[in-house]
């Protein structure tokens, strides 16, 4: 499987090179071949902006002409998708905004929705909102009854607060609740497709306001669908791993009398790489039953000798008054490029419905 930098390539430049010529016979492409050999060092998102900007290199004159190029290309060239339609998208955005009129900007919201299905137009239609977001939410709007899954999705991926590999837009961030309306219309949605972009969206949202997050959530439980329950339980996760009390309750994890023995390690020396064992048991001493959600949170040392959290989800169980379980995992701190360690002093603890236990300290030792 390709590392994620390597789905732009020059593969998708020369593919890129011949949808120009081909809705442009006779055109210089200079730009574009200069860009198939530069894009080796380059991460993702900086490939795509490399072919963007070659393309709006290669083809002259204002956005009418850049999006005839791509109406044609689209028409022509039955390859013409896949991760070639990043580049394309931003730069029809680009043109557009560069261009300043309304007619430009709407075309481009326009055609935006009509190659999404073609991979996503989600990293594109953020140069739109950064420009003008009103103007854009109000073609939004209309998107979210489109009969097409791809346009629907479009609408909540694309407006995300937080979407990965893409530019923010500060005024998402800056006016809670501003996309609540695309999320309101489209959490019932048929397409799971859809409907798990709108959890995502929802925890993206939970980040910076929570409580907007947990009403908002609360409102879809007055009218559940089947599909309610789980959607909600992935767009409070994040809500869930900080044990803010409203989402628990959201998802009916009600406080807990309970008696919590550990965690208890099974090493107290961890040598770099390995990995630690640690098991709890807990007993509902109250007189109802007990839903537990159950994380776990390590407490990593950082360089400055400072601590860092991460939470992990671990189980969820029911338990009937007096009844115990046992709980164990095993935590490595196996290498990954994604995640650094260092030697020194480290703590595990579990999260027991919000309430977090005493923590258990071992050490993870230098290579």
């Known amino acids: 499987m390709p590392f994620a930098d390597d789905l732009v390539n020059a593969h998708t430049a020369?593919?890129?090179?011949?949808?120009?010529?081909?809705?442009?016979?006779?055109?210089?492409?200079?730009?574009?071949?200069?860009?198939?050999?530069?894009?080796?060092?380059?991460?993702?998102?900086e490939r795509s902006d490399l072919l963007r900007d070659a393309l709006l290199a290669d083809v002259p004159g204002g956005y009418a002409e850049l999006a005839e190029a791509v109406r044609v290309a689209r028409h022509a060239l039955p390859e013409f998708g896949g991760w070639l339609i990043w580049p394309v998208t931003s730069a029809l955005a680009t043109k557009a905004v560069a261009e300043g009129t309304d007619a430009a900007y709407d075309d481009a919201m326009a055609l935006l929705a009509d190659l999404t299905g073609r991979l996503t137009s989600e990293f594109a239609l953020?140069?739109?909102?950064?420009?003008?977001?009103d103007r854009a939410l109000g073609i939004i709007a209309g998107w979210v009854a489109s009969p097409d899954a791809d346009v629907r999705r479009l609408a909540s991926e694309g407006t995300r607060p937080y979407l990965p590999w893409a530019v923010r837009v500060p005024e998402l961030i800056a006016r809670p609740g501003v996309t609540v309306p695309v999320l309101d219309a489209l959490h019932r949605d048929d397409s799971e497709y859809v409907r798990r972009s709108v959890a995502n969206h929802l925890n993206d949202l939970s980040r910076d306001h929570a409580d907007l997050a947990v009403a908002t959530a609360r409102r879809w439980l007055?009218?559940?669908?089947?599909?309610?329950?789980?959607?909600?339980?992935?767009?409070?996760?994040?809500?869930?791993?900080?044990?803010?009390?409203?989402?628990?309750?959201?998802?009916?994890?009600?406080p807990a009398t309970l008696e919590v023995d550990g965690p208890v390690l099974d090493r107290t020396r961890v040598p770099f790489g390995g990995s630690v064992r640690f098991t709890t048991t807990i007993r509902n001493t109250g007189a109802e039953n007990a839903r537990l959600a159950i994380d776990y949170v390590v407490h990593h040392h950082r360089s400055d000798g400072s601590r860092s959290t991460r939470?992990?989800?671990?189980?969820?169980?029911?338990?009937?008054?007096?009844?115990?379980?046992?709980?164990?995992?095993?935590?490595?701190?196996?290498?990954?490029?994604?995640?650094?360690?260092?030697?020194?002093?480290?703590?595990?603890?579990?999260?027991?419905?919000?309430?977090?236990t005493d923590r258990a300290e071992f050490e993870l030792q230098a290579p």
């Open 222 to 254: 007055d009218a559940p669908a089947p599909t309610t329950e789980r959607l909600m339980r992935h767009a409070l996760r994040t809500l869930v791993k900080r044990g803010h009390p409203g989402a628990l309750a959201l998802l009916g994890f009600a």
């Open 14 to 45: 020369r593919l890129l090179t011949r949808a120009v010529r081909t809705a442009l016979p006779g055109a210089e492409t200079a730009a574009l071949r200069a860009a198939a050999r530069q894009l080796d060092p380059l991460s993702l998102r």
């Open 311 to 356: 939470t992990f989800k671990l189980t969820t169980r029911s338990l009937a008054p007096n009844e115990t379980i046992t709980v164990t995992r095993e935590h490595s701190f196996r290498l990954l490029t994604t995640r650094r360690y260092h030697p020194g002093p480290h703590a595990v603890a579990l999260q027991i419905n919000g309430v977090t």
């Open 126 to 133: 953020r140069i739109l909102l950064r420009h003008d977001l």
